[in-house]
C-alpha cells in the first residue's frame, strides 16, 4: 500500500494522519495478511515505542472506515486485519491443524459476478476462506 495516498485517503475523510496513524499504517503493510491488533501494535512500537494497544484498535476502525484495512475473521475467534489495495484481492487458506494461514490470488468468484449481476444484484466486494489441512499436517494425519 502507497502510504503517502493512504495519508490523503485519511485527509480527504477528515481525519488527521499522526505519527501513531502512520506507524500503524506501516505495520499493517509490513505484516501483510491477517495480522492481529496485538501484532500490529507490536511492530507499530518498533516505529512510535510510545503507541498504546487501544489507539491501534481506534486507528484500525478508523482505517477500516475509511477503505485502507478490511478486517478478517478465520474462525479462531480472533479479528485480524489487513491492508486493502484497490483492485486487487486475495483469499485464504487455513490449516485447521496448525494454524497456518496461505492465501490464494486465484478467485473463483469474480465469474459468477455477471450472472449476479444479471438477477439484479450489484457485487462490491467479496471473501471466501477454505478450511483444510496444509500439506504437512495433511501428511501426519
Given at each position: 500500500m502507497d502510504l503517502d495516498r493512504a495519508a490523503g485517503r485519511l485527509r480527504a475523510g477528515g481525519r488527521r494522519v499522526t505519527a501513531q496513524r502512520r506507524a500503524v499504517l506501516r505495520a499493517l503493510t509490513e505484516l501483510g495478511c491477517a495480522a492481529d491488533a496485538e501484532e500490529i501494535h507490536g511492530r507499530a512500537r518498533r516505529m512510535?515505542?510510545?503507541?498504546?494497544?487501544?489507539?491501534?484498535?481506534?486507528?484500525?476502525?478508523?482505517?477500516?472506515?475509511?477503505?485502507?484495512?478490511?478486517?478478517?475473521?478465520?474462525?479462531?475467534?480472533?479479528?485480524?486485519?489487513?491492508?486493502?489495495?484497490?483492485?486487487?484481492?486475495?483469499?485464504?487458506?487455513?490449516?485447521l491443524h496448525c494454524g497456518r494461514i496461505a492465501t490464494t490470488d486465484e478467485c473463483t468468484v469474480q465469474p459468477l459476478e455477471g450472472t449476479i449481476l444479471r438477477r439484479g444484484f450489484e457485487v462490491t466486494a467479496h471473501r471466501l476462506e477454505l478450511f483444510g489441512y496444509c500439506a504437512r499436517c495433511r501428511t501426519r494425519r
Open positions: 512510535h515505542p510510545r503507541i498504546g494497544l487501544v489507539t491501534v484498535y481506534r486507528t484500525l476502525e478508523a482505517f477500516t472506515a475509511e477503505g485502507l484495512a478490511q478486517s478478517v475473521f478465520l474462525g479462531d475467534g480472533r479479528t485480524r486485519y489487513e491492508a486493502t489495495e484497490q483492485g486487487r484481492h486475495h483469499h485464504h487458506l487455513v490449516c
